[in-house]
T-cell receptor, first 114, second 111 residues
Framework: DAGVTQSPTHLIKTRGQHVTLRCSPI?????VSWYQQVLGQGPQFIFQ???????GRGNFPDRFSARQFPNYSSELNVNALLLGDSALYLC?????????????FGEGSRLTVL | GDSVTQMEGPVTLSEEAFLTINCTYT??????LFWYVQYPGEGLQLLLK?????DKGSNKGFEATYRKETTSFHLEKGSVQVSDSAVYFC??????????FGQGTTLQVKP
């Protein structure tokens, strides 16, 4: 069975540009979350979507936005890129929105901002 | 707000040595606690979890016990292998299911 898939795996942008990252959850999973992992640190929560509605948002500026589609896939958009946005962006899916269940992570999209 | 603190790494051990990675947390309510592992070149994967006080999570020889009185969830393994070399993350989950991670601890096991 396919796990969580993310695209692209690597990308390079320049300051001020826009980026869209994509995520396909495990089949049947209805909850998708996004995390930012800066080198040497733990992942930081950005967004959570469940049944296509935003259910949580972390402490990130409005330049960050996301959405979930009817097929439960998701996009993370970042506008006006800054050097500090360079990171590994992780998508995670779960069957339902719960605090006891396992999150299944993709391998991430590594964004470099020059 | 809720937070997780892990011991600083890297931790370097010889094969078959005993491993402890300390993790303490601050949280309101009754969070679930997790250890995730990130092997080189791979995504994060759940190693073990505990959902209430005094629960012990275990997997692949690793164990951790949810200690409410000391707000801790230390990871232990009796005999590490080279294949255990990875970055280990302690995390907690509140009511909404979002995970709050520690900064990660790199484990290097030498033959």
């Amino acid at each position: 069975d396919a796990g969580v898939t993310q695209s692209p795996t690597h990308l390079i942008k320049t300051r001020g540009q826009h980026v869209t990252l994509r995520c396909s959850p495990i089949s049947g999973h209805k909850s998708v979350s996004w995390y930012q992992q800066v080198l040497g640190q733990g992942p930081q929560f950005i967004f959570q979507y469940y049944e296509k509605e935003e259910r949580g948002r972390g402490n990130f500026p409005d330049r960050f936005s996301a959405r979930q589609f009817p097929n439960y896939s998701s996009e993370l958009n970042v506008n006006a890129l800054l050097l500090g946005d360079s990171a590994l962006y992780l998508c995670a899916s779960s069957l339902v929105q719960t605090n006891t269940g396992e999150l299944f992570f993709g391998e991430g999209s590594r964004l470099t901002v020059l | 707000g809720d937070s997780v603190t892990q011991m600083e790494g890297p931790v370097t051990l010889s094969e078959e040595a005993f491993l402890t990675i300390n993790c303490t947390y601050t949280a309101t309510g009754y969070p679930s606690l997790f250890w995730y592992v990130q092997y080189p070149g791979e995504g994060l994967q759940l190693l073990l979890k505990a959902t209430k006080a005094d629960d012990k999570g275990s997997n692949k020889g690793f164990e951790a016990t949810y200690r409410k009185e000391t707000t801790s969830f230390h990871l232990e393994k009796g005999s590490v292998q080279v294949s255990d070399s990875a970055v280990y993350f302690c995390a907690l989950s509140g009511d909404t299911g979002k995970l709050i991670f520690g900064q990660g601890t790199t484990l290097q096991v030498k033959p």
